[in-house]
């Protein structure tokens, strides 16, 4: 089976310009994820879709992060304008909730690693 | 927000060696699950934890759920040079309510030595 599918694996861009990272879930999966890890903060989540409605946009750092989920197989997280403080690996993740607990066994895509210049 | 304690950052070990970390935080989880994250890759669920006191094995890795609910821990027998990586522990907890966001560690860097 085909895991989370991220997409690019790695962008470089210059501050100010708009960047958009996108991911497949897991085909089932209910649940999709976006995290961001960096050396200082570690894994923190962004942002969670459920049956592609957002549910939890407070891990958002600011109105220069957007994400949406236009179908379940498919969403993309876009920062407009970049900036240099923006530069980290985002991991998107899915899970299904179809079982107790199973919520929390996400499934993480490789991650697109950004670099803001 | 929730701190989830892992330490060592790092530890170094022989292959073969067993080794053990564990993850401790100040509040009550429901659910511990332990990942392990390779260089250039996103974390790979190892195991997921739902009860005090359950003991879950996947292969050569046994992990434990706290009978306090505030910690977990993860063994590793026979280490193998494969089982470099970040070992994290995280969870959701237990005030925050169903299906509530994920509170990871900072992670345990594990080098084996050939």
């Known amino acids: 089976d085909a895991g989370v599918i991220q997409s690019p694996r790695h962008e470089v861009t210059e501050m100010g310009q708009e960047v958009t990272l996108r991911c497949k879930p897991i085909s089932g999966h209910d649940y999709l994820f976006w995290y961001r890890q960096t050396m200082m903060r570690g894994l923190e989540l962004l942002i969670y879709f459920n049956n592609n409605v957002p549910i939890d946009d407070s891990g958002m750092p600011e109105d220069r992060f957007s994400a949406k989920m236009p179908n379940a197989s498919f969403s993309t997280l876009k920062i407009q304008p970049s900036e240099p403080r923006d530069s980290a690996v985002y991991f998107c993740?899915?899970?299904?909730?179809?079982?107790?607990?199973?919520?929390?066994?996400?499934?993480f895509g490789p991650g697109t690693r950004l670099t803001v210049t | 927000g929730q701190q989830l304690n892992q330490s060592p950052q790092s530890m170094f070990i022989q292959e073969g060696e067993d080794v053990s970390m564990n993850c401790t935080s100040s509040?009550?989880?429901?659910?511990w699950l332990w990942y392990k994250q390779e260089p250039g890759e996103g974390p790979v669920l190892l195991i997921a934890?739902?009860?005090?006191?359950e003991l879950t094995s996947n292969g050569r890795l046994t992990a434990q759920f706290g009978i306090t609910r505030k910690d977990s821990f993860l063994n590793i027998s026979a280490s193998i040079p494969s089982d470099v990586g970040i070992y994290f522990c995280?969870?959701?907890?237990?005030?925050?309510?169903?299906?509530?966001?994920?509170?990871f560690g900072k992670g345990i860097t594990l080098s084996v030595r050939p």
């Open positions: 934890l739902y009860k005090a006191g």
């Open positions: 995280a969870g959701p907890p237990l005030y925050t309510g169903a299906n509530s966001k994920l509170t």
């Open positions: 993740a899915s899970s299904f909730s179809r079982q107790r607990g199973a919520f929390y066994e996400q499934y």
């Open positions: 509040s009550i989880f429901n659910t």
